[in-house]
C-alpha cells in the first residue's frame, strides 16, 4: 500500500529543495566541525596549559582553546561542506542524499590533507 508520509499541498513536490538540502549541508557539517574542534581545543588546552596548577586563569585559557578551535572548525567545514554540495549537484544533475554524503567525505578528506590533527 503506497502512503505519503507528509501532508503536501496539491502539486507541490515530494522531494526537498534547494535550499533545503543546502542548509541541511551546512548544518550537519558546522556540527560536526564544532564537535570535532571542540575536542581538539580541549586537547590543544590541556597540553599548553599542563605546566599550571588547576585554578581559574587555567580553566579559562582551556575553555578559550575549545570555543576558538570549536568556531574555526565550524565555519571551515560548513563553507567546504556546502561548496562541495553544490559542485556535487552541478556534476551529478540530481538532488539526493548521496551528494550531501560525498560532499562531507570530501570535505573531511580535503580538511585532513593539510597535515591537521
Given at each position: 500500500?503506497?502512503?505519503?508520509?507528509?501532508?503536501?499541498?496539491?502539486?507541490?513536490?515530494?522531494?526537498?529543495?534547494?535550499?533545503?538540502?543546502?542548509?541541511?549541508?551546512?548544518?550537519?557539517?558546522?556540527?560536526?566541525?564544532?564537535?570535532?574542534?571542540?575536542?581538539?581545543?580541549?586537547?590543544?588546552?590541556?597540553?599548553?596549559?599542563?605546566?599550571?596548577?588547576?585554578?581559574?586563569?587555567?580553566?579559562?585559557?582551556?575553555?578559550?582553546?575549545?570555543?576558538?578551535?570549536?568556531?574555526?572548525?565550524?565555519?571551515?567545514?560548513?563553507?567546504?561542506?556546502?561548496?562541495?554540495?553544490?559542485?556535487?549537484?552541478?556534476?551529478?544533475?540530481?538532488?539526493d542524499?548521496?551528494?550531501?554524503?560525498?560532499?562531507?567525505?570530501?570535505?573531511?578528506?580535503?580538511?585532513?590533507?593539510?597535515?591537521?590533527v
Open positions: 500500500q503506497d502512503t505519503d508520509e507528509f501532508i503536501l499541498p496539491t502539486g507541490a513536490n515530494k522531494t526537498r529543495g534547494r535550499f533545503e538540502l543546502a542548509f541541511f549541508t551546512i548544518g550537519g557539517c558546522c556540527m560536526t566541525g564544532a564537535a570535532f574542534g571542540a575536542l581538539n581545543g580541549l586537547r590543544l588546552g590541556l597540553k599548553e596549559t599542563q605546566n599550571m596548577a588547576w585554578s581559574k586563569p587555567r580553566n579559562v585559557q582551556i575553555l578559550n582553546m575549545v570555543t576558538r578551535q570549536g568556531a574555526l572548525w565550524a565555519n571551515t567545514l560548513g563553507s567546504l561542506g556546502n561548496a562541495f554540495g553544490v559542485i556535487i549537484e552541478k556534476t551529478r544533475g540530481a538532488e542524499d548521496l551528494n550531501t554524503i560525498a560532499a562531507g567525505t570530501l570535505t573531511g578528506m580535503l580538511y585532513k590533507s593539510t597535515g591537521r
